[in-house]
């Protein structure tokens, strides 16, 4: 049988991906959180337990089962078996797995920033599959917003950059707004 993934940052926004068979999941006990590490001048998105929270996201099936080319996309993270975490509509369920930064690879401190032009890419996928809620549950369900905000909308860095609308800005620039995010 297949196996699958579950996304919950960049591959919740399909334009990212062409990833087969994605559909619309949430992995249970755990929460996104900014990470730092030293691998890169710039925050990793990741999740890490906690029993009483539940993120949206995308399944995905790990085209020809090969785990190694997904591993080589999500370099940096480790890749977790999700066992019956994950809610999903595939019968029968496939072997599961997501990606999270092991904490021996995390580093406290430091001016890494989070690039706008990723988070952007985030958002813009939330909005298409949850609606206005699920990109307000996206920034809910995420700690880490201590870290400063790159704004780099200008020259974008991160590699799968995508064209917003002005309203799809405003929705990301409101949401920082309302939890004090600092961009610079």
Avoid: C
């Avoid at 780099?152 to 405003?170: C, G, I, M, N, V």
């Amino acid at each position: 049988m297949t196996p699958y993934f579950f996304g919950y940052g960049s591959l919740v926004n399909r334009n990212t991906h062409t990833y087969p068979d994605a559909r619309l999941a949430q992995l249970q006990g755990w929460r996104r959180v900014w990470v730092r590490t030293a691998l890169r001048d710039m925050v990793f998105l990741s999740v890490e337990p906690d029993p009483g929270t539940t993120i949206d996201g995308l399944v995905a099936a790990v085209p020809g089962a090969d785990w190694e080319a997904l591993d080589t996309r999500e370099t940096g993270y480790d890749r977790i078996s999700s066992g019956g975490a994950v809610l999903h509509d595939i019968l029968p369920s496939p072997d599961m797995a997501h990606y999270s930064i092991a904490p021996k690879n995390q580093q406290q401190g430091g001016d890494n920033a989070i690039l706008l032009s990723y988070l952007d890419v985030v958002v813009q996928g939330f909005l298409r599959e949850y609606g206005t809620e699920g990109v307000t549950r996206f920034f809910d369900t995420t700690r880490g917003w201590d870290a400063p905000v790159l704004n780099d909308r200008a020259a974008p860095q991160y590699p799968r950059h995508q064209s917003l609308t002005a309203p799809e800005k405003a929705l990301v620039d409101d949401n920082l707004n309302r939890l004090a995010a600092q961009v610079k």
